[in-house]
């Protein structure tokens, strides 16, 4: 079971990193859509501009003639060889600095996208060093000569049309609500997705282990089915064989009352142990609870240590009127099983006692019972085996008692344990519900 349980944990985090790692795929894709998305709107916006700048006599009043250029253009700047504003609207500064190209690759054609870390805005810059073509022959222009046009309003066949004096950049500061927000959503969305991941893997893993465990209780509960059924007539087909070892032993010993009574005596105290262990074995195959009804637990104990210790071991101050609902013939066996260890432990007499209490559990009224004794204890590595069927540290013990006693006091509802005392001697403590009208 533990090296299942490990290798489903290796499993579960095999598949949350590659749930992950599609993940991230994912959400990489939705950046880099709303990125090309982002590239496309600024190219559009710089067309639509320079279209509605032939009707116009400068950039601020086609950029307020249209809904959507005001809508989205804050600022808009023409900077020369000497970074000051030839041209300058809204937002765009007075100079232009360099140094936020440092860090950012230029594009195609000399276009520099610049996010701004806090806001809706992008900066889209336009350098004209990127749009040049290089010159084809060194008697043609070159850059800086086309770069270093006059700025002219003419017209041709084509048309008005408008040339720039000596422009190094263009600078357009873009409202881009949209891209921020899909860059806020990635951003939040793939921590979001991970600890989803992480807690959907680890619960099919616990779905997984869970189903192995029924599986494995089913499975066990067959075995027990066919063992219990097999030992029910294992059981029953010894007692007939010694039953009539008994008889025969009765008739030896009335034929020869002098002779053999020694060895006639061991064979009759062999039979009653196998006798006591096959009725065991019934006891423990057959139906753990039994006809439950109220019964007081004090008298029953009264009962039986009168019997077997000669005296009512329930202590002054226990309580005496708590019922339990539990099947009477079940509850001897399992408070006459446990009395029976404690004088079979060595303990005197007059130290076995019991205890019975009143208390309330998570609002229900439960009834603690408790019997000790001063005998030799348990060893502590045998406390977590003793309610094992089968399991003694006597030479003379079935093994089979404590754990008859576990299933009856399971089957009407309670609890058993078994711990040593200080100073020498054991204590079994059973929690059951109180039975109430």
Sequence with gaps: MRTGKSLSAI???????????????????????ARL?????????????????????DFGSAIESS????????????????????????TAPPVFDEGILEDHRA?????????????????????TEGMMPPSPSPQRHNRENIRDRHWSREENRDGPFTTFVRARYFYVDISHAAYRRSRT???????????????LVFFVRGLYLRNREYRERIEAQQNLVVLGTAASTLAHEIKNPLLSIRLQTG????????????????????????????????????????????LYIANILSEISLRLCGRNIVEEGSVTNAQVFMDTERARSVFEN??????????????????????????????????????????????????????????????IGLSIGKRFVEAAGGTIGIENREGGGAMVSISMVEYTV
């Design 338 to 399: 446990i009395i029976r260890n404690a004088i079979e432990s060595g303990s005197p007499e007059n130290a076995i006692g019991a205890g019975i209490r009143r208390y309330a559990d998570n609002g229900a009224d439960k009834i603690g019972i408790s019997i000790y004794d001063r005998g030799r204890g348990i060893a502590e590595g045998d406390i977590k085996r003793v309610f094992d069927p089968f399991f003694t540290s006597k030479s003379t013990g079935t093994g």
């Design 251 to 294: 008739i030896l010993g009335k034929l020869f009352p002098e002779h053999g009574r020694e060895e006639l005596g061991i064979i009759n105290e062999e039979v009653d142990r196998l006798s006591a262990l096959t009725y065991r074995i019934n006891d423990y195959l057959r139906d753990a609870a039994g006809q439950p009804a109220p």
């Design 11 to 33: 499993a579960a985090i095999l598949c949350w990193a590659l749930f992950s790692a599609l993940t991230v795929f994912i959400i990489l894709g939705m950046r880099d859509r």
């Design 37 to 57: 998305i982002r590239d496309n709107d600024n190219e559009r916006l710089l067309n639509h501009l320079f279209t509605s700048l032939r009707n116009y006599d």
């Design 185 to 199: 959503l990635t951003a939040i969305a793939f921590p979001l997705c991970e600890a989803a991941l992480l807690a």
């Design 107 to 127: 594009a195609r054609n000399g276009r520099y996208t610049i996010p701004d870390k806090r806001g809706n805005r992008i900066k889209f810059i336009l350098s």
């Design 67 to 90: 809904g959507m250029l005001r809508d989205r253009i804050i600022g808009f700047g023409i900077y020369g060889e000497d970074l000051k504003a030839s041209y300058q609207w809204g």
